[in-house]
C-alpha cells in the first residue's frame, strides 16, 4: 500500500545537525512533490518544506530557511531533511507528506513521524 | 506571508449535531484549501482540498465551501469517531499555511 516511513529523528544538542529521512512505497515517487511538516508538543501543524518531484524546486518556511534543506533521491524512493544549526524550538514530531497531485491540492499521504528534540 | 485564522478554537458538540468550523485567509487564496482531521498521536488525515473537493474514502458526512478568504468546513451529523482537531491549510505561490486548528470535543 503507499506508504511513507520517517526515520533519523532523536535528541540532539542546540547548533548540532540532524538528518531525517522519509522512505516512500507503493507509489511512484518520482512523480510526486512531497512536504515536511512538524508539530512542536501540544501545538498546531506548521509546514517546514517542500519539494517538487524532480527536485529541482524546494521551499521553505523563513522559520527554517538558511538552516533547513530539502532534497531526495527518487532512485531510492527516498526524501531528506537536512537540518542544521537546531533550535529548542525545532523540537517537534515531523512528517512528511505527499502532494495528492500537484501542489495547491493537499497533502493525502503522511507518514507515522519521527520526534526531533532539541536539548542540552 | 497569509495568515489562517480558525474559529471557533473550540467547539463542544454531540453526536448527531451538525458542526461547522470557518477558516479565514488574511488575502485572497482562490480555492487553494484543504481540511485535515487530527486525532491524538496520529498524523493528520485529509478530508477536503480545492475547497469543496471531498477526498476519497472520507464519509459524506464532511463537506466543504468557500473561496477567496472565507471557507468552512461542515460535517452534517457528528459520529464518535469525528472528535478530533481539524486544520485548515492554504497554498499561495509555493507557500503554506496551516490554520491554528479547531478541537472538537464531546458536550
Known amino acids: 500500500q503507499v506508504q511513507l516511513v520517517e526515520s533519523g529523528g532523536g535528541v540532539v544538542q542546540p547548533g548540532r545537525s540532524l538528518r531525517l529521512s522519509c522512505a516512500a512505497s507503493g507509489f511512484s515517487f518520482s512523480n510526486y512533490g512531497i512536504h515536511w511538516v512538524r508539530q512542536a508538543p501540544g501545538q498546531g501543524l506548521e509546514w517546514v518544506a517542500a519539494i517538487s518531484y524532480d527536485g529541482n524546486n524546494k521551499y521553505y518556511a523563513d522559520s527554517v530557511k538558511g538552516r533547513f534543506t530539502i532534497s531526495r533521491d527518487n532512485s531510492k524512493n527516498t526524501l531528506y531533511l537536512q537540518m542544521n544549526s537546531l533550535r529548542a524550538d525545532d523540537t517537534a514530531v515531523y512528517y512528511c507528506?505527499?502532494?495528492?497531485?500537484?501542489f495547491g491540492y493537499g497533502m493525502d499521504v503522511w507518514g507515522q513521524g519521527t520526534t526531533v528534540t532539541v536539548s542540552s | 506571508d497569509i495568515q489562517m485564522t480558525q474559529s471557533p478554537s473550540t467547539l463542544s458538540a454531540s453526536v448527531g449535531d451538525r458542526v461547522t468550523i470557518t477558516c479565514r485567509a488574511s488575502q485572497s487564496i482562490g480555492n487553494l484549501l484543504a481540511w485535515y482531521q487530527q486525532k491524538p498521536g496520529k498524523a493528520p488525515k485529509l478530508l477536503i482540498y480545492?475547497?469543496?473537493s471531498l477526498e476519497s474514502g472520507v464519509p459524506s458526512r464532511f463537506s466543504g465551501s468557500g473561496s477567496g478568504t472565507e471557507f468552512t468546513l461542515t460535517v452534517s451529523s457528528l459520529q464518535p469517531d469525528d472528535f478530533a482537531t481539524y486544520y485548515c491549510?492554504?497554498?499561495?505561490?509555493?507557500?503554506?499555511?496551516f490554520g491554528p486548528g479547531t478541537k472538537v470535543d464531546i458536550k
Open positions: 491549510q492554504q497554498y499561495d505561490g509555493y507557500l503554506f499555511t
Open positions: 480545492k475547497a469543496s
Open positions: 507528506a505527499k502532494v495528492r497531485y500537484t
